[in-house]
């Protein structure tokens, strides 16, 4: 009853366009819910690579790779990972995971990983943020697809940026010797499904994956709520 009131004094707004919702929306207004660039990168025949996929095909085996999203300047994904990242909107984060879980679900893929597990923040910025945005969306995909989830899996040991100015090869060696592994026995042998925000090179990713790989993961595949 409270929650009614409230949202009748102060009318939510939609996290992708800021329009006023009508009643029974939540997070996201089915306008956009409707207008969305959705990659259907899950409809993708398993016998052969996605797009996504491609950006490791050398570099680190990647089981699947998805993306709800296509990220796209100044529109509604832009909007939505702002919000998420920097208008402390974690429970955003969770709704993406929990829309993005069940479509998963659908198409049957909780069968084909063990774990679910976010890259990490540097324990800096999670204490000033207050929530690591990939962690929400994790939190929120492996609740949908009813599997486990370990926030702490992988370590980041130095706060860096991997979205500097420089060369792929420099943000490589940047990002190489930033992620491990505390616990092995959390990972070893299972297939590991890595989670972020967006996907742009996908060094951050390809990073943690080799991470999880050397500890004993079984198999890594991909998902995150954008990719570029
Ligand atoms: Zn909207």
Redesign the pocket.
Known sequence: MFDDLLSLLFPRS??????A?ARGESY??T??SVKLPYTEAHLQEATELNPLQRRFWGKVPVRFAFAYLHFMPKG?VQRLLHKLKYKGAHELGEHLGQRYGSLLSDHRYPAQFDLVVPVPLHHSKLRRRGYNQADSFAKGLAEAMQLPHQSTALHRAVATSTQTSKSRFDRWQNVEQVFRVPKPELVHGKRVLLVDDVMTTGATLEACAVALLAAGAAEVSVATIAAA
């Open positions: 939609c996290y992708a366009c800021d329009g919702m996201i207004c306008n956009c509604r």
